[in-house]
T-cell receptor, first 109, second 115 residues
């Protein structure tokens, strides 16, 4: 079974503090992993994907196959980072995205 | 920048009625998807569609559901006889290709309320 777990429903940090949003996955093969973000009153949009090893808006995520994790990190949070963050995996040979429940990040001034 | 659009933004219907949710994918995209999110739960995959046929579907996508691309622009999701548990936010998405390196672009969603 494919499953994505985001253990924190809510996460609150102060501006300038480091932030880490946790994501663990369960999948027997080699998944592709993604982080999607939904800002207030906006649509779901791709933040980053592990296959391209990019850093977007200061966020990075490293795939740890041993721990089956894909945590999202940013060294210095900004108020505009406040949003709902969803971790997702795409099983090999599939086009579907399997989402976690999401973490609501609030960055306080 | 082109975007996926969905209509209506909110649909209220009586249990047992048929509903059609409409989506206009980005024009040069070839793969289309429907997802849903029941309040407080995960975004769940329903179906993917390519070359005028279903390429993948989930267990949720039973005989009550169907999808269609009736013309060159619209992509619709039909629920034949709605149930209370069909109340959810329904998201349409499209991508240029179907592989994982091709981003799925999401629409704003249609909130379906079944009474």
């Amino acid at each position: 079974a494919q499953r994505v777990t985001q253990p924190e429903k809510l996460l609150s940090v102060f501006k300038g503090a480091p932030v880490e949003l946790k994501c663990n996955y369960s999948y027997s093969g080699s998944p592709e992993l993604f982080w999607y973000v939904q800002y207030s009153r906006q649509r779901l949009q791709l933040l980053l994907r592990h296959i391209s090893r990019e850093s977007i808006k200061g966020f990075t995520a490293d795939l740890n196959k041993g721990e089956t994790s894909f945590h999202l990190k940013k060294p210095f949070a900004q108020e505009e980072d406040s949003a709902m963050y969803y971790c997702a995996l795409m099983p090999g040979g599939s086009e579907k995205l399997v989402f976690g429940k999401g973490t609501k990040l609030t960055v306080n001034p | 920048e082109p975007e996926v659009t969905q209509t209506p933004s909110h649909q209220v219907t009586q249990m047992g009625q048929e509903v059609i949710l409409r989506c206009v994918p980005i024009s040069n995209h070839l793969y289309f998807y429907w997802y849903r999110q029941i309040l407080g739960q995960k975004v769940e995959f329903l179906v993917s569609f390519y070359n005028n046929e279903i390429s993948e579907k989930s267990e949720i996508f039973d005989d009550q559901f169907s999808v269609e691309r009736p013309d060159g622009s619209n992509f619709t999701l039909k629920i034949r006889s709605t149930k209370l548990e069909d109340s959810a936010m329904y998201f349409c998405a499209s991508s240029r290709q179907g592989a994982s390196y091709n981003e799925q672009f999401f629409g704003p969603g249609t909130r379906l309320t079944v009474l």
